[in-house]
């Protein structure tokens, strides 16, 4: 045996690679679902055949998708949590997490704001969102060519949506509080995505599915950072459209971003995504909480 692995490290690497169920820190919200939050609980069982119950923050846990980062130094934990996938909310953010494993981030923005954590290099890029394609496979037979407009939860009763049914009739709005899996769903059949929200932009990401980033108002917390925050994976730094925008000639603008969409290297990052994945669980493995 390796001098630097003892018996009882060997014994609970075996236990947690059995298939013990993985103590998770999603945001709950107790009101309603929260598609984004909910994802990473959606996706690692499926991905793993392994189950997850939900953990508070403050003892050992798997950190994944969010914009929860800020809350680790807040909600101390005698043991170290591992992150992947998660983000800062705020661009002014600066995070110690000298105590924590930070195996991957959401994007290059939340990246070079960490300190005490290890090199940058050492720490992998994107959100665990763009696994959903994988989690949940692409039914080719029943697309369905709908347009949907998904608001966040705080756009939900924006006199924009109204506004944009009255030019646009044949659009589909979807509550982002549904349920997941049967949003994932819609999302992947679609033609095309708008959204206020990130993670429906993700997701329809995930599946190749061309979107809108949408601004309905100024109520989104931290503003562009989050989006600006996953887009630069790809190298890009999008603005969102206006409503104005958005309905000012609404057929070019659609057939422009069809044609037009890329994101560069995704597959790629998605292997990223993937492999940070089995490094996270790994090192759970071995801290076995």
Same mark, same amino acid.
């Given at each position: 045996?390796?001098?630097?692995? $003892?018996?009882?490290?060997?014994?609970?690497?075996?236990?947690?690679?059995?298939?013990?169920?993985?103590?998770?820190?999603?945001?709950?919200?107790?009101?309603?679902?929260?598609?984004?939050?909910?994802?990473?609980?959606?996706?690692?069982?499926?991905?793993?055949?392994?189950?997850?119950?939900?953990?508070?923050?403050?003892?050992?846990?798997?950190?994944?998708?969010?914009?929860?980062?800020?809350?680790?130094?807040?909600?101390?934990?005698?043991?170290?949590?591992?992150?992947?996938?998660?983000?800062?909310?705020?661009?002014?953010?600066?995070?110690?997490?000298?105590?924590?494993?930070?195996?991957?981030?959401?994007?290059?923005?939340?990246?070079?704001?960490?300190?005490?954590?290890?090199?940058?290099?050492?720490?992998?890029?994107?959100?665990?969102?763009?696994?959903?394609?994988?989690?949940?496979?692409?039914?080719?037979?029943?697309?369905?060519?709908?347009?949907?407009?998904?608001?966040?939860?705080?756009?939900?009763?924006?006199?924009?949506?109204?506004?944009?049914?009255?030019?646009?009739?044949?659009?589909?709005?979807?509550?982002?509080?549904?349920?997941?899996?049967?949003?994932?769903?819609?999302?992947?059949?679609?033609?095309?995505?708008?959204?206020?929200?990130?993670?429906?932009?993700?997701?329809?990401?995930?599946?190749?599915?061309?979107?809108?980033?949408?601004?309905? $108002?100024?109520?989104?917390?931290?503003?562009?950072?989050?989006?600006?925050?996953?887009? $630069?994976?790809?190298?890009?730094?999008?603005?969102?459209?206006?409503?104005?925008?958005?309905?000012?000639?609404?057929?070019?603008?659609?057939?422009?971003?069809? $044609?037009?969409?890329?994101?560069?290297?995704?597959?790629?990052?998605?292997?990223?995504?993937?492999?940070?994945?089995?490094?996270?669980?790994?090192?759970?493995?071995?801290?076995?909480?």
């Amino acid at each position: 045996m390796h001098p630097l692995v $003892s018996s009882n490290d060997v014994k609970r690497l075996v236990r947690f690679f059995r298939g013990e169920s993985i103590p998770l820190y999603w945001a709950r919200n107790p009101r309603e679902t929260n598609f984004g939050d909910e994802l990473t609980a959606l996706i690692i069982p499926t991905l793993t055949g392994r189950g997850v119950h939900w953990s508070p923050l403050d003892r050992g846990c798997l950190v994944g998708a969010g914009s929860v980062v800020s809350w680790l130094p807040v909600e101390e934990s005698r043991q170290p949590r591992v992150v992947w996938g998660s983000g800062l909310m705020h661009e002014e953010s600066q995070v110690e997490l000298s105590s924590d494993f930070v195996v991957s981030v959401r994007g290059e923005l939340t990246r070079e704001r960490l300190r005490g954590s290890r090199s940058d290099s050492a720490i992998s890029l994107g959100d665990p969102g763009l696994l959903t394609s994988e989690a949940f496979p692409l039914d080719q037979i029943s697309s369905t060519h709908e347009i949907l407009l998904i608001p966040h939860l705080v756009d939900r009763q924006s006199e924009g949506v109204a506004e944009i049914l009255s030019v646009i009739p044949n659009i589909k709005v979807l509550d982002v509080a549904t349920d997941p899996v049967t949003l994932c769903a819609r999302i992947s059949q679609a033609k095309l995505v708008i959204s206020s929200a990130l993670h429906p932009l993700i997701v329809a990401d995930s599946y190749g599915v061309p979107n809108i980033w949408l601004k309905l $108002s100024n109520k989104i917390h931290g503003g562009y950072f989050k989006f600006h925050d996953y887009y $630069s994976v790809f190298g890009q730094k999008p603005m969102p459209l206006t409503i104005t925008d958005l309905l000012n000639s609404f057929e070019s603008t659609q057939a422009r971003v069809i $044609s037009e969409y890329e994101r560069p290297m995704i597959e790629s990052i998605k292997a990223d995504v993937k492999a940070s994945l089995d490094q996270a669980l790994g090192i759970m493995g071995f801290l076995r909480f």
